[in-house]
T-cell receptor, first 114, second 117 residues
Framework: EPEVTQTPSHQVTQMGQEVILRCVPISNHLYFYWYRQILGQKVEFLVSFYNNEISEKSEIFDDQFSVERPDGSNFTLKIRSTKLEDSAMYFC????????????FGPGTRLLVL | AQKITQTQPGMFVQEKEAVTLDCTYDTSDPSYGLFWYKQPSSGEMIFLIYQGSYDQQNATEGRYSLNFQKARKSANLVISASQLGDSAMYFCAMRERASGGSYIPTFGRGTSLIVHP
């Protein structure tokens, strides 16, 4: 069964460093999302992406965040200058056209900023 | 105001019993959708069930059913015949149309379910 994959599974970085989180959505999906979940808290929407542009973003998704689809398969989230409070699990999700009710989540990347 | 409220931080159920996880929501969008996700200790998010605001019937998926009471703005998840593998965090979520026209979800704080033998 096709699935969303994410790399790395864990990342430790120093405050102020840039990180890039990678996702490979399901191949025929056209809508892509990033979410984050701070430890012990609820999942929060960051950004949605369709047709090579951001379609929605939350207040969390400020100028230090960016997303990119550099090729036909990868979807990346870049955090330019990490802060301690960026430590969280980051989930990528994707869905196909018309299937608004079903987003498939990846396994997540656990980011720890020291 | 919270858009999604899950009032039960933790629930316990005996194996093979049914359990109801509560979820209430608040929205002014007439076209919304409600979801339940399961998050086991390994961390991944697993989609369980979806209910559209215009759906007349309650959604069911195997042992999962969604008790949708629109007037009360509640969308409780019912798990029948609980199994040990059902022990996990359960998140209720709602999607509504955002300013850009897309639907984005809002999640509740989750309910931790423990199934004991």
């Amino acid at each position: 069964e096709p699935e969303v994959t994410q790399t790395p599974s864990h990342q430790v970085t120093q405050m102020g460093q840039e990180v890039i989180l990678r996702c490979v959505p399901i191949s025929n999906h056209l809508y892509f999302y990033w979410y984050r979940q701070i430890l012990g808290q609820k999942v929060e929407f960051l950004v949605s992406f369709y047709n090579n542009e951001i379609s929605e973003k939350s207040e969390i998704f400020d100028d230090q965040f960016s997303v990119e689809r550099p090729d036909g398969s990868n979807f990346t989230l870049k955090i330019r200058s990490t802060k301690l409070e960026d430590s969280a699990m980051y989930f990528c999700a994707s869905r196909e056209e018309g299937a608004e009710e079903t987003q498939y989540f990846g396994p997540g990347t656990r980011l720890l900023v020291l | 105001a919270q858009k999604i409220t899950q009032t039960q931080p933790g629930m316990f159920v005996q194996e093979k019993e049914a359990v109801t996880l509560d979820c209430t929501y608040d929205t002014s969008d007439p076209s919304y959708g409600l979801f339940w996700y399961k998050q086991p200790s390994s961390g991944e998010m697993i989609f369980l069930i979806y209910q559209g605001s215009y759906d007349q019937q309650n959604a069911t998926e195997g042992r999962y059913s969604l008790n949708f009471q629109k007037a009360r703005k509640s969308a409780n998840l019912v798990i029948s015949a609980s199994q040990l593998g059902d022990s996990a965090m359960y998140f209720c979520a709602m999607r509504e149309r955002a300013s850009g026209g897309s639907y984005i979800p809002t999640f509740g704080r989750g309910t931790s379910l423990i199934v004991h033998p």
